[in-house]
């Protein structure tokens, strides 16, 4: 199971299923991958350094990729770590640079941005057999070293490349809402449709994207609420809980 989460605090939300899902008599591995953008932007400022993005993607030069592995990596990985610790999840905080365990093809026209092509699975292996869950921040390797990945894609690259079963994207919403309501179910093929339609829009658009790529890699894709404390042991359990994307799905 690989959760995707954002880069702020976990307090009172959906992780805090974490210990039971765990410690169950269902138990499985879990790995999460996290995002960390509004704090890289924040250190980008006070660095004087601009932001610039081309189709929702952080343009990312020299100086840019220095930074995101400081703060991925290092303030935003650690953060994440301790807050798990301290609900009695034993984590250890990796990139994706680590192992390798993401290489990366780099993306024409946006500098260090990086593709996962391969995802090398030893390392979170290695972690599992010890007893930890992964936390890996959104870096790859690639021909002249780090890349950054959006970490949406890097969820969806590391559920697929582990043979997952499951892949949540954490999100401030119910899923994608249609009317106010989430649209239960969708088959990957219809994702892009969607977004064709203006019904996803803004942070939706790539986790939407990121979760078609997944299913067809044979991962159940959900894109829920990581506010709600329940949800992903419920989801777990068969429960209609946010939007659910893979090849099978019904329309």
């Given at each position: 199971?690989?959760?995707?989460?954002?880069?702020?605090?976990?307090?009172?939300?959906?992780?805090?299923?974490?210990?039971?899902?765990?410690?169950?008599?269902?138990?499985?591995?879990?790995?999460?991958?996290?995002?960390?953008?509004?704090?890289?932007?924040?250190?980008?400022?006070?660095?004087?350094?601009?932001?610039?993005?081309?189709?929702?993607?952080?343009v990312t030069d020299e100086a840019t990729l220095e930074v995101a592995e400081m703060v991925y990596a290092g303030s935003v990985n650690k953060s994440l770590?301790?807050?798990?610790?301290?609900?009695?999840?034993?984590?250890?905080?990796?990139?994706?640079?680590?192992?390798?365990?993401?290489?990366?093809?780099?993306?024409?026209?946006?500098?260090?941005?990086?593709?996962?092509?391969?995802?090398?699975?030893?390392?979170?292996?290695?972690?599992?057999?010890?007893?930890?869950?992964?936390?890996?921040?959104?870096?790859?390797?690639?021909?002249?070293?780090?890349?950054?990945?959006?970490?949406?894609?890097?969820?969806?690259?590391?559920?697929?490349?582990?043979?997952?079963?499951?892949?949540?994207?954490?999100?401030?919403?119910?899923?994608?809402?249609?009317?106010?309501?989430?649209?239960?179910?969708?088959?990957?093929?219809?994702?892009?449709?969607?977004?064709?339609?203006?019904?996803?829009?803004?942070?939706?658009?790539?986790?939407?994207?990121?979760?078609?790529?997944?299913?067809?890699?044979?991962?159940?894709?959900?894109?829920?609420?990581?506010?709600?404390?329940?949800?992903?042991?419920?989801?777990?359990?068969?429960?209609?809980?946010?939007?659910?994307?893979?090849?099978?799905?019904?329309?």
């Amino acid at each position: 199971m690989v959760v995707k989460i954002g880069g702020g605090a976990l307090a009172g939300g959906a992780l805090e299923d974490l210990p039971e899902i765990l410690a169950g008599e269902d138990s499985r591995p879990v790995a999460l991958v996290h995002g960390g953008g509004q704090q890289l932007t924040r250190m980008l400022e006070a660095l004087a350094i601009p932001t610039r993005f081309r189709e929702g993607l952080r343009v990312t030069d020299e100086a840019t990729l220095e930074v995101a592995e400081m703060v991925y990596a290092g303030s935003v990985n650690k953060s994440l770590v301790r807050e798990l610790n301290a609900l009695g999840i034993p984590a250890a905080g990796i990139s994706g640079t680590d192992g390798p365990t993401f290489r990366v093809a780099p993306v024409p026209g946006l500098g260090r941005v990086g593709a996962v092509e391969k995802v090398e699975p030893r390392l979170v292996e290695a972690l599992w057999q010890g007893g930890f869950v992964p936390v890996i921040a959104p870096l790859g390797a690639g021909p002249e070293g780090a890349y950054n990945v959006n970490a949406d894609d890097a969820a969806a690259a590391l559920a697929a490349g582990l043979g997952a079963g499951h892949l949540f994207f954490l999100t401030d919403v119910d899923g994608l809402l249609d009317g106010g309501s989430p649209v239960a179910e969708i088959p990957a093929s219809e994702c892009e449709g969607y977004v064709e339609e203006g019904l996803a829009v803004g942070g939706m658009v790539p986790k939407l994207r990121a979760a078609a790529t997944a299913a067809r890699g044979g991962v159940q894709a959900r894109i829920v609420n990581g506010n709600r404390p329940g949800t992903l042991s419920g989801a777990l359990a068969g429960a209609r809980i946010g939007t659910l994307i893979s090849e099978g799905a019904a329309a």
